[in-house]
């Protein structure tokens, strides 16, 4: 059994430009906190870490998918049973649709048990003339708009620590304990047939019935599917928790996020030299960048020097967050300069972030059929390279929110005020993100 302990260094961050940090008032009281953090157990193993980079070297090569989903900021309020099952719920049935339509693995990752940081870009927030600090996700302030609860608070990051903990032993206790069997999650499906969103649909949920039907009659044995690997992953935002949560592996003396089994670096935080990189490059978790459209080919290889400077499989992520309108031309030289590069990478792509935009009502919100041309992009930019697109990031919910527009309930800008609870970003919601997984899972199996 490999031990995990508080290791006597961590990755040399400090020294570095650090973007995105909340200001705390009180410099003893983060300290405290994060002392505290260090004695804490560890949230994820080393051992499922390794098994996610192994997970993590089958996308790069083509033989595997990935599907990260979750909330764009998990919050303390909805760290509840139900609005746990319901995303977990959610990306599962994600995960049974495309594993059929592309007959091949889906690895499975939740934005959730850590996802309480929130890069922002603008550091204060003013209404009727009153000036805050911004909302930066519940491991940092409150929402509610008024100077106490704007306030950064480092006792926070505690109850970051011990929500994720709990959500994760949620988790668990589903995919371990049968509920994730692909009978069950097939069960969850029936019901959307009923549903026009879900009309054209039907043939295909009608095959992977006749599917499940077979393999039962052929005598598979379903107990040997009642398990399913499902792993945590958040944006790596709060240097003070990361470092704290570092732990040392004794086997091997490599130091481990355990925060979570994959952590990435946000676009606002990706600079090769700065801090977040620093830390990242210093624990052997499989990691992601997101980049933007104006990433460079050099800063890509950059990132690919500082984070996995030997090319070992399993080990590097871009999730590429371009917009529709951007992806055919900002992805191919990227793609390029990482092919002759030669070290190995996996690419996801995250249809949400650069298809961001504001109603005339007032609304941050995302068109359903915006998100899907970048899906597509991918897929063809991908394709006519000779590489494989390894994999979707999306902001969802298991909720029936009305954050997103169109789908096949047709939210329009006046159906937004229905149920628009998203605390940052607009999320795709249950059917929204049942119906992506049907497209994506056609453009898989093409
Ligand atoms: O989730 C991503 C970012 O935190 C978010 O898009 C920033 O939103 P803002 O532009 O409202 O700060
Ligand atoms: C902040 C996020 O994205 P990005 O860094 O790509 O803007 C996010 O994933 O919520
Ligand atoms: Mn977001």
Redesign the pocket.
Known sequence: MNELSTPQTTPSWRACKAAQQPSYPDAAALAAVTADLRTRPPLVFAGEVDALRRAMAKVERGEAFVLMGGD?AESFADNTANNIRAKLQTVLQMAAVLTYGASTPIVKIGRMAGQYA??RSSDTETRDGLTLPAYRGDAVNDHAFTPQARTPDPTRMLDAYLRSGTTLNLIRSFTMGGYADLREVHSWNRGFTANPAYKRFEAFADEIDRAMRFMAAAGVDFDALRQVDFYAAH?ALLLEYEDAMIREDSRSGRLYSTSAHLLWA???TREPQDAHIALLAGVHNPVGV?IGPRTTPQEVLALVDRLNPQGDPGRLTLIT?MGADRIRQALPPLIEAVQADGRPVSWVT?PM?GNTITTANGYKTRRFDTIMDEVRGFFEVHRAAGTHPGGIHVELTGDDVTECLGGGEHIDEATLARRYETLV?PRLNHQQSLEMAFEVAEMLSR
Do not use: F
């Open positions: 764009c929130k890069p944006e946000g676009e606002r997101k967050r995250d972030h970003d």
